[in-house]
């Protein structure tokens, strides 16, 4: 039964590793890549949540996902913070939900770990 639980924090580090590549690449994919607030954001956002994944991955740690949230949080509101628009705040804002979802579905699941029996 742990073992099952670790498996399911697993899956959700790997899709948290996903979706920062998704973002780190989703200048150039999405074609904001010449509009420097955007770009630069998902940049460095992707680089940080790929790190907290691949250290969650090593090592579980609570607070590695909270720092997550925060990061997916930041993703939402960054498109009015920074000034941005279009496509490029679609796909901040919408990776930003999914971040922040499985971040927090990853919290969840370690503070409530009898709702898997």
């Known amino acids: 039964m742990a073992n099952m639980l670790m498996e399911g924090k697993k899956s959700q580090d790997w899709l948290n590793l996903i979706l920062a590549i998704c973002l780190f690449i989703s200048p150039w994919i999405i074609g904001f890549a010449a509009e420097t607030a ?3 954001n998902a940049w460095v956002v992707g680089v940080v949540l790929g790190v ?3 250290a969650t991955l ?3 740690a609570e607070w590695e996902e909270w720092v997550s949230v925060v990061l997916g949080l930041w993703l939402i509101a960054s ?3 920074l000034g941005f628009m279009g496509y490029a705040m679609a796909t901040h804002v919408i990776l930003g939900v999914l971040v922040v979802a499985v971040s927090g579905w990853a919290v969840w699941d370690f503070r409530h770990p009898h709702a898997h029996a």
């Open 38 to 40: 955007p770009a630069w």
């Open 52 to 54: 907290m994944a691949l």
């Open 58 to 60: 090593a090592a579980f």
């Open 79 to 81: 498109p009015w913070m």
